[in-house]
């Protein structure tokens, strides 16, 4: 529904350099409730150059409003080939980890597809375990660490699937990325060392040990990268193949375990 508020908005917002003004328009008028002082001040960051994730408080995912704040990665639609692989492969109450969590989109996704899961959500960053920890709720379990050290003893060996979305940007590739990216996510969620791969290879390493047999990774990656990514889980014991989702454009390596 147009207005000649929204359409002044919209206006705005194309002169800031909007490619989707009118939704954003919707947006922001929706986050301002009718009060004009608080409208005011979401425009602002906004046109400022403040991630519209950001300002409105969520990210938009797999069908869910994901809590977003400041500096955590906010979720892109192309994860969603990661939650579709991985939803396949689940059952009710089955054990997942949600590795690199971020602000918990995986998580929320999977419970959305499959139900309730015996699920346990991991970050590095203190902000997104914070976020991740609000969206999961009582769900599941959020907790910080590197990759699979905060994991409790009782998924030893026992894990039916690990989804992740790890940092896979060459750290040089950072500055190329777009400003909204570079400039307000924390650099420990994009940047992934000098190829892309570090955290894949870490992953691929430890990830039998959490895997219960015939387990399986379900990890995002570039298309680009995706067959270097699925030689690192090949050499070290998974059977792997890259999925690709042509609707959202993305890309992951589905790697299994031997039974």
């Known amino acids: 529904m147009t207005s000649p508020a929204r359409d002044a908005l919209a206006t705005r917002l194309r002169a800031a350099g909007s490619v989707f003004a009118e939704d954003e328009a919707d947006l922001l008028l929706e986050a301002g409730d009718g009060e004009p002082t608080r409208l005011r001040a979401l425009v602002q960051r906004r046109l400022a150059g403040e991630p519209l994730e950001y300002v409105l408080g969520w990210a938009a995912f797999d069908g869910h409003r994901i809590r977003v704040t400041p500096g955590v990665f906010v979720p892109?639609?192309?994860?969603a080939v990661v939650v579709e692989q991985a939803a396949r492969r689940l059952q009710r109450y089955d054990r997942?980890?949600?590795?690199?969590?971020?602000?918990?989109?995986?998580a929320v996704a999977l419970f959305g597809r499959v139900g309730a899961l015996d699920l346990v959500a991991t970050d590095i960053d203190p902000d997104a375990v914070d976020?991740?920890?609000e969206n999961v709720g009582d769900r599941g379990i959020v907790v910080r660490g590197d990759l699979f050290a905060p994991l409790p003893d009782r998924f030893r060996?026992?894990?039916?699937?690990?989804?992740?979305?790890?940092?896979?940007?060459?750290?040089?590739?950072?500055?190329?990325?777009?400003?909204?990216?570079?400039?307000?996510?924390?650099?420990?969620?994009?940047?992934?060392?000098?190829?892309?791969l570090d955290l894949h290879r870490r992953i691929a390493a430890g990830a039998g040990e959490w895997l219960r047999p015939g387990g399986t990774v379900v990890i995002e990656v570039s298309e680009a990268q995706s067959s270097a990514s699925a030689a690192v889980f090949a050499d070290a014991g998974f059977a792997a193949t890259i999925e690709h989702d042509d609707e959202v454009d993305g890309t992951c390596v589905v790697a299994t375990l031997p039974a």
């Open 131 to 133: 976020v991740a920890a």
């Open 76 to 79: 892109r639609a192309r994860t």
């Open 96 to 106: 997942v980890v949600d590795l690199c969590c971020g602000a918990g989109a995986i």
């Open 157 to 196: 060996g026992a894990v039916d699937v690990i989804a992740v979305n790890a940092p896979y940007v060459p750290s040089a590739s950072i500055a190329t990325m777009p400003v909204e990216a570079r400039d307000h996510e924390h650099r420990v969620a994009l940047d992934g060392g000098e190829d892309g």
